[in-house]
């Protein structure tokens, strides 16, 4: 997956479950969710995490509209326990991926 990091160059950034979207700035957040959750259906994966910070709540709320709207997500929540200020997001039609805070994947 190519994502546009704040100094304008495209980036790799590997698809293994987890994106710590510090490194984008809020404009690139919604493109960068829905690119990456594209390229981790592709993959396979079932869930998703998605850090985005605690803060006033700003890029939760990207993150979080973005998820709202993206075809491919079954349902998203907050990460439990996440003390970076984490969303979670299921997948539809991918075969479960690996735990997530110590819950274990739906085997169904």
Request: charged content about 20%.
């Amino acid at each position: 997956m190519s994502g546009l990091p704040s100094d304008g160059g495209a980036v790799n950034v590997p698809i293994e479950g987890t994106l710590d979207l510090h490194a984008f700035a809020p404009r690139e957040i919604a493109t960068v969710v829905e690119e990456y959750v594209n390229a981790a259906h592709q993959a396979g994966l079932r869930e998703i995490r998605l850090i985005h910070g605690r803060g006033r709540g700003v890029q939760r709320g990207i993150v979080q509209r973005a998820l709202e709207r993206h075809p491919l997500v079954e349902h998203f929540f907050d990460a439990p326990g996440s003390h970076l200020g984490a969303t979670v997001a299921v997948l539809r039609g991918s075969r479960p991926a690996a735990e997530f805070e110590g819950r274990p994947a739906d085997p169904n």
